[in-house]
Nanobody, 123 residues
């Protein structure tokens, strides 16, 4: 079984920083794109940033220049460095990864989600 576990959320004042981590574990054959999404209270889940296995990154306009996504392929971990945080960044942050698993010569690819970590930015 594959699991994604996020950590690093918490309460921070506006202008502060947090670093989120998400570690994938289990019977992993390979990991393609990894990313972060967030869901603010009463709103739909929104994409924040993604990073490919080769290290190419993309960001939502709302976080460009403030957030940095990175990954450690040896540790199956993706990070989100969040700087200059704003109250509107308050949300539950979810990790997503496209993971291949292999069983009896059959490779299965699917998206996995973590359970989320809460980030609260006070004004």
């Amino acid at each position: 079984q594959v699991q994604l576990v996020e950590s690093g959320g918490g309460l921070v004042q506006a202008g502060g920083s947090l670093r989120l981590s998400c570690a994938a574990s289990g019977s992993i054959f390979s990991i393609d794109t990894m990313g972060w999404y967030h869901q603010a209270p009463g709103k739909q889940r929104e994409w924040v940033a993604t990073i490919t296995a080769g290290g190419n990154t993309n960001y939502a306009d709302s976080v460009k220049g403030r957030f940095t996504i990175s990954r450690d392929n040896a540790k199956n971990t993706v990070y989100l460095q969040m700087n200059t945080l704003k109250p509107e960044d308050t949300a539950v942050y979810y990790c997503n990864a496209r993971i291949s698993t292999k069983a009896a010569s059959i490779i299965t690819v699917r998206d996995y989600w973590g359970k989320g970590t809460l980030v609260t930015v006070s004004s």
